[in-house]
């Protein structure tokens, strides 16, 4: 009679811990859900108002150089979505190719060739590492 006592308690134990498990991931599941939804919304009205700021803000110097800006946010949503991309790699490419790029526009009366490009980079490099 105890075995079966001791049984029916362990039974109804797992039972109850099963219910609140189920119920535990059920909510968790739902807030993820609504996070991600969230965070998409907010990442993609990111992208839409950062563009319109900077087209109204440099116009056709930020059309001819958007690429950068649109490979950010890219590689931002790759992260988002599977996690495999290295923030810090993505981040140190972004303001390398923007540093670069301001550079070039903003030294715009000079004729900069892909060597001097290379030189930049090196000298990006040794001041941050």
Do not use: P
């Not at 039974?11 to 498990?21: N, P, S, T, V």
């Not at 119920?23 to 993609?44: E, H, P, Q, W």
């Amino acid at each position: 009679m105890e075995t079966r006592m001791a049984m029916q308690s362990r039974h109804q134990l797992e039972w109850h811990f099963k219910e609140q498990i189920t119920k535990m991931s059920g909510l968790l599941g739902s807030k993820a859900t609504k996070f991600n939804d969230i965070f998409r919304s907010l990442l993609l009205e990111s992208k839409t108002q950062f563009h319109m700021m900077f087209m109204r803000t440099y116009g056709v110097i930020y059309q001819k150089n958007s690429d950068v800006f649109s490979d950010l946010f890219n590689e931002l949503e790759k992260y988002f979505a599977h996690g495999r991309v290295d923030l810090m790699e993505v981040m140190d490419k972004f303001f390398s190719t923007l540093y670069r790029k301001m550079f070039t526009v903003l030294n715009s009366q000079y004729a900069f060739d892909e060597n001097f490009g290379g030189k930049l980079q090196t000298c990006e490099t040794a001041k941050y590492h």
